[in-house]
């Protein structure tokens, strides 16, 4: 029977190979790019889309949405919002119900679009969405992160180094538009591989710990993805996790007892009263 871990520590899926989208992908910023991108899109069934704003560094400021990726079975679009702006005609078919639109936290994506046409006549209300943080819980995972939800699936770890980059730069580097790519085509895949895969009844759910996390380590140093080292490394972040976290709960404990012991004090109190 098949296996599915509940949760995954980011140690783990540190350790994990790195994953790589090498398929089609097209970056959409002139008209004629644009019109072509929709009328592909528009015959498709199934997307995975993501968004990317350009990140700020000042307390209270918040950009526009500058890039929203959308991903076929067979190609990843790159809209550049902040050269093309964003048409009705993007808007329709985000809320054209017969086309699934799989994402993760789509609640904020939708909210920088909204932002992005506030000023327009036309309202986004996105129809026919899939939200995998609702999807992968009915499938016994209890992570909400889309590289912890990957690598419990794929075992392999999705990149987070563009994440801080400029996205609304002149041209977008290979690097950026990989990483943006893989985004959608991520959502995708994890929506595909739950719905085919993962039956009811025909796996198990298991929960994470130190022996799981262990024999994950061995199996890893044994297909030679990773060194002795890593495994001794990964042992003493291990002792380091457990020991804080006994830490906090002994913490924890110790301001519950002096919370009773007020408690008390002032019940006795009152009782003399």
Not at 98 to 117: A, E, N, Y
Not at 131 to 144: F, N, R, S
Request: charged share 30%; net charge positive.
């Amino acid at each position: 029977m098949k296996a599915l871990l509940e949760k995954i520590d980011k140690t783990t899926v540190n350790l994990y190979p790195k994953a790589i989208y090498d398929g089609p992908l097209e970056l959409i910023d002139t008209e004629e790019t644009y019109e072509r991108a929709i009328k592909e899109l528009n015959q498709q069934t199934l997307l995975g889309i993501d968004s990317e704003t350009k990140p700020s560094f000042k307390k209270g400021h918040i950009n526009q949405v500058c890039l929203l990726q959308i991903a076929s079975a067979d190609k990843a679009y790159l809209f550049r919002l902040n050269k093309i702006g964003f048409p009705d005609s993007l808007i329709d078919l985000l809320s054209n119900k017969k086309i699934i639109k799989v994402g993760l936290s789509l609640h904020d994506d939708f909210l920088m679009f909204r932002r992005k046409k506030e000023n327009s006549n036309q309202d986004i209300k996105p129809k026919g969405v899939v939200e995998l943080q609702h999807m992968v819980p009915k499938y016994g995972i209890g992570e909400k992160g889309l590289q912890k939800i990957y690598a419990i699936l794929f075992k392999q770890k999705l990149s987070k180094s563009q994440r801080l980059t400029n996205w609304e730069a002149e041209e977008l580097t290979p690097a950026q538009q990989r990483y943006a790519a893989f985004d959608a085509v991520a959502c995708l895949q994890i929506y595909n591989e739950l719905l085919q895969n993962y039956t009811k009844g025909k796996y198990k759910v298991i929960p994470y710990d130190d022996n799981q996390e262990e024999q994950i380590v061995l199996d890893l140093l044994k297909q030679g993805v990773i060194t002795e080292k890593d495994v001794e490394q990964t042992r003493v972040l291990r002792l380091e996790r457990n020991a804080k976290k006994a830490k906090k709960k002994a913490e924890h404990e110790a301001y519950l007892a002096k919370q009773a012991a007020k408690k008390s004090i002032e019940t006795k109190q009152a009782s003399t009263i």
